[in-house]
């Protein structure tokens, strides 16, 4: 299972588009970069690759990247950094399943599957594939589960991915809070890779409007407001499900830039074989 970091930025990635702050300033001098989140998942069995949510950078990170084209994909949410890049398909692929949750999210009445068919009705390519959550699905040779997460307003999902031959196992806790259910943290455990959400560090929750939450015995906040991982909150999770490897995505510029690029903070373009 070969994995590439396409995107490791959080909504607006670093540099951010009119930003000389020193963190963006930072990655443009070093030639830096976290875009928007998507995940490359590429089974080297089978010869096929999955993708995980379709960043706007879609056309972009591929043609950097040189990965190739994904035979399905998985979406987490519904929100644009990881869905508005589906439209890059026409005229790419001439198919191509996605799956998404078919749980029915009280905010909008709709699941995740129906807003990605609702939305993207107009490309011909796509199948859009209703997915239980906490049930496993086979996509292209691998083992893939999508589990809830907490992202309000909206329903979120991180996932795991495994290979059913070799046992390597990646997981993702999806842009989450801290407070995961028990019952996705039983799927998310002990992964060779864990690609967690880790926004900003705890000290910057002072900022937030609401502060930080999920506080924890020494009193330092593992979710910044209510949406995301705190990167001290992210590395307590890693420790939590035993992950052997751990790297930080979805990641702001609002990281001082003395430790904007410092392990275990990822950047685009980082692969790993497991």
Not at 100 to 119: I, M, R
Not at 195 to 222: K, M, N, Q, S, T
Not at 245 to 250: D, K, S
Not at 267 to 272: I, R, T
Request: charged share 25%; aromatic share 6%.
């Amino acid at each position: 299972m070969r994995v590439t970091l396409l995107g490791t930025g959080d909504t607006t990635g670093t540099p951010t588009v009119g930003c000389d702050c020193d963190t963006c300033t930072a990655a443009r001098e070093r030639g830096l970069e976290r875009t928007r989140f998507s995940v490359h998942v590429e089974n080297e069995r089978v010869d096929e690759s999955l993708l995980i949510d379709f960043s706007p950078d879609f056309r972009y990170q591929f043609l950097r990247d040189d990965v190739s084209l994904p035979d399905a994909a998985v979406i987490t949410h519904v929100h644009f950094d990881h869905l508005d890049g589906l439209g890059n398909v026409f005229r790419v692929l001439d198919s191509l399943e996605v799956y998404a949750a078919d749980e029915t999210d009280p905010k909008t009445g709709k699941s995740v599957a129906e807003t990605v068919d609702d939305d993207y009705h107009y490309l011909d390519p796509l199948t859009v594939v209703p997915t239980t959550p906490l049930e496993p699905v086979s996509i292209c040779g691998l083992e893939v589960t999508l589990v809830p997460v907490d992202h309000p307003p909206l329903v979120c999902y991180g996932l795991r991915v495994e290979d059913p031959v070799t046992g390597a196992a990646l997981s993702i806790t999806g842009d989450t809070s801290y407070d995961i259910p028990e019952a996705s943290l039983e799927v998310l455990a002990d992964p060779d890779l864990l690609l967690a959400d880790g926004i900003v560090p705890a000290d910057l929750c002072e900022y937030h409007p609401i502060g930080g939450r999920h506080e924890d015995a020494e009193g330092i906040p593992r979710t910044f407001g209510t949406k995301h991982m705190t990167r001290e909150g992210a590395l307590a999770m890693a420790e939590e499900l035993n992950a052997d490897r751990t790297r930080l995505v979805h990641l702001a510029h609002y990281y001082p830039a003395e430790e904007a690029f410092d392990e275990p903070l990822a950047v685009d373009g980082e692969e790993y074989v497991l």
